[in-house]
């Protein structure tokens, strides 16, 4: 039991990567906190913890909304008692095409969801950490914010911006024993694939994007979820500003 005695939020965690973290912390031991815009999918995954003898509470929620991390805050404080660890996973893309046609709309969606979420869960849990001694911060960026593909330009920069938001927030809260470490998934087997690829989800189509990765699969939520236990545990108390590529060579 890895993470035993610890409480972990989990943002993102109704699906994909997050349900993963979130399942597999449970086995280790962990309360979970399941946050997901989509309530249904948190209380499903709260209950399947629940079934299998985990401990874990949904907290339905936006984060691109402030008081939406409040109250996030509130449930893990009233429900266990205090948070260890804190992993934004919750993510967004515009579909792959042609930089000139992302719209507006489209841009703004990318960067509150994947970077402005990262504000408010600094400003929301920091002051928590320094109260209390220490905690960490897992933030799901991607590959795609060191070898960026053509056609997902501003998701690109917003994978980027949080690799290096993570490093310096490393460097400046290290005093405080707080640790932040990224985790940079390959594409996935999640519900954004097509839209990381901008076509259908054809095994053709899927070959083209295999063959750029030197293991020639996909990551899974499993794989995500092994490197968030690692950063997440004990065996990580020296690890900070770290962005550790989960990609099967991908990046090298």
């Known amino acids: ?18 349900e993963g973290i979130a399942k597999t912390f449970a086995r280790e031991g962990a309360n979970v906190v399941v946050n997901d815009i989509n309530g249904a999918a948190a209380e499903r995954v709260a209950s399947e913890i629940a079934v299998s003898g985990g401990k874990a509470i949904a907290v339905p929620g936006d ?3 402030q008081a939406d991390w409040q109250t996030l805050f509130d449930a893990a404080i009233e429900d266990f ?4 660890v804190v992993v934004n996973n919750a993510g967004t893309t515009h579909r792959n095409k042609p930089v000139m046609d992302i719209s507006e709309a489209e841009f703004d ?3 509150a969801v994947n970077v402005k979420s990262l504000y408010f869960s600094i400003t929301q849990f920091v002051p928590y950490f320094r109260k209390v001694g220490g905690g960490s911060f897992i933030n799901v960026a991607s590959t795609a914010g060191v070898r960026p593909r053509p056609g997902l ?3 690109n920069g917003s994978k980027a911006a949080v690799i290096i938001a993570s490093k310096a927030l490393a460097v400046e809260l290290g005093p405080d024993r707080i640790r932040v470490n990224c985790i940079n998934p390959v594409m996935g087997e999640t519900g954004l694939l097509s839209e990381f690829m901008g076509m259908e989800d054809t095994p053709a ?3 083209k994007f295999l063959a750029t990765i030197p293991l020639g699969r996909l990551s899974t939520p499993q794989d995500i979820a092994n490197a968030a236990l ?5 065996d990580a108390e020296f690890i900070t500003g770290v962005a550790l590529e989960v990609d099967g060579g991908r990046c090298v």
């Open 153 to 155: 330009v501003w998701y």
């Open 81 to 84: 008692g205090s948070v260890q």
């Open 230 to 234: 690692y950063l997440a545990s004990d």
């Open 109 to 111: 969606r990318v960067y």
């Open 63 to 65: 984060v691109t909304r």
């Open 1 to 18: 039991m890895r993470l035993q005695g610890k409480t972990a939020i989990v943002t993102g965690g109704g699906s994909g990567f997050g």
């Open 205 to 207: 189509n899927r070959q």
